[in-house]
Structures are given as structure tokens and as C-alpha cells.
């Protein structure tokens, strides 16, 4: 239920919003809803989110990152960003915070357990920051947002859990834009035979006995306005002596 909270606070741009609403895909509007945080004393996320981010996870986005709940979606929601604005005009900065999903959870009718870090930079200030930390959950809104990460490409982070050449997994980092990851194909790249990948669990896809040699992978963006399905083919492909844990730069974004 999108509400477009800050065009009525204003009122003048009400049509374009109503039919925005009708549209039924009020993309720039805001959902209302409410946040929590981390009760840890660690001031940024955390490692051992769902997402299988591991310290990534935590200092990801300078440390804005969340927990969500229905926004999850069995592992497709990790690394979407989210616009996040507490509602009490008292505390909170109009730009709020903006998250990127690293973990699941939800607490007390929460869509979002924020880092405190991100939590208390929703404060009009440091002081406003303490306050909101204080009321421990508040009102907020929210709306997806393009995730930015300049000077990056999309990169390929081999899994801990990977044994050359038995067993490939891998998380894709620093996907741009506001698009989910719908799909993703591993292809050897000596015939080019390519079979669709399974996401395995949290930010993980993996597969069993992988291909000898190089590899390439190609992935699928949800969003497009047609429907139509455009793979996303990298430049560059992961070598056949690819080791876990390592990270291997695709060679292209997305915006
Ligand atoms: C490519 O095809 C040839 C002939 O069918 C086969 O021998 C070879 O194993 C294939 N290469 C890969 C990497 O699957
Ligand atoms: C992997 O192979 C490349 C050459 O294809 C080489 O430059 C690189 O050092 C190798 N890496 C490891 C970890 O063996
Ligand atoms: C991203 O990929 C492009 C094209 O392959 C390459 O020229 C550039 O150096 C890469 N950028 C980074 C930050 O690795």
C-alpha cells in the first residue's frame, strides 16, 4: 500500500500522484511502515546476517545496512537498497537513511532492523540520532531505491563453502540499480552450454560439479517493462583456477 505521503504533505501535486497510486505501481511514493535496530553495541551490521555477507555484510555501504522481513524474499531481497525516513517531525531528517539488505528478520511489525549506524542517521542530527536510539522502534517510510556503487563493477565473490573443481558458489556484490537478480546462468566457454543456476541460500548461488575450465555467468534483471528476458552477458569470465574466496570483477554495471 504505497501512500504518497510526501505529495499530500504538499498537496499542490496531488493529480500527478493520484494517478501515479492508479497506476498501481507508485514507484517514487513511500510505504509506511516501522523500524527497529540491532541490539548489539556493534555500531554497524552484522556478519552473520542471512544474506551470507559475512564481514562484507557488516561495513557494507559504509555500515547502512537492515534486516528485513517480508522485503526479504527468500534470499532475492539481499543487496537491495531502500530509502528509509523515520515519521516523528521532532527527530527526523527528510532523506533519512539509505540501506542495503544484508539479513532477515523482523521484529515487533517491523519491515526493517537497521544497523544502529543507520538508525541513528535517520536524526535530524547527532542529538535527534541518540533520541530515536532511545525509542528503540519508530514509524517510518520507505521506497526502493537504485543501490550506487561508483568505481565499481558488478563483482563475482567466490563462496567460503566453494572446492575447486567440485562444488561453485558465489555471491554477485555491488549490482547497481533497483532491479532484483531474477535469474543467473552458468556457462562453460568452450561450447558455450549454459544451465540456470539455483540461488542456494540468503545471497549464495551454488551449483554441484561445475564445468571444467573458465566460466562464465550470465544474469537476469527483473524490472523490465515489457517482460522481456535480457541477459546480462559480462565481459569477463571467472578462471578455471578460481578459488574461494576470492573476488573476480565481471567487467561491467548496471545502472
Ligand atoms: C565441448 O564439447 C566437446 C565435444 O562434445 C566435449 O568433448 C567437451 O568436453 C565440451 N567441453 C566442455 C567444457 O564441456
Ligand atoms: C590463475 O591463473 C592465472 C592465469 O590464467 C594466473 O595469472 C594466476 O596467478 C592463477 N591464480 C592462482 C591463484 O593460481
Ligand atoms: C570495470 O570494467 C571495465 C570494463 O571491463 C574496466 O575497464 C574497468 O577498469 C572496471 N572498473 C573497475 C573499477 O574495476
Known sequence: ???????????????????????????????????????????????????????????????????????????????????VRCTNAKYCSNNGVTIVITDSGASDNTDFILSQHAFSKMGLNADAGASLLSLGVVGIEYRRVSCSYPSKNITFKIDQSSNNPYYFAFQIWYQQGNNDIAAVQLCETENLTCKLLERSHGAVWAVASPPRGALSLRMMLSGGDDGDETWLVPPNDIPQNWTAGALYDSGIQVQ
Not at 507508485?26 to 541490539?39: G, V
Not at 544474506?51 to 522481513?69: K, P
Request: charged share 10%.
Open 1 to 83: 500500500m504505497a501512500l504518497c505521503t510526501k505529495m499530500f504533505l504538499f498537496l499542490l501535486p496531488f493529480l500527478l500522484c493520484h494517478s501515479m497510486a492508479r497506476a498501481d505501481t507508485c514507484s517514487d511514493c513511500f510505504t509506511q511502515s516501522r523500524a527497529a535496530y540491532y541490539p548489539n553495541s556493534d555500531q554497524q551490521g552484522t556478519e552473520s546476517g542471512a544474506c551470507e555477507y559475512g564481514a562484507f555484510g557488516a561495513t557494507l555501504n559504509g555500515g547502512d545496512v537492515s534486516a528485513a522481513s517480508n522485503l526479504y524474499k527468500n534470499g532475492v531481497g539481499c543487496g537491495a537498497c531502500y530509502q
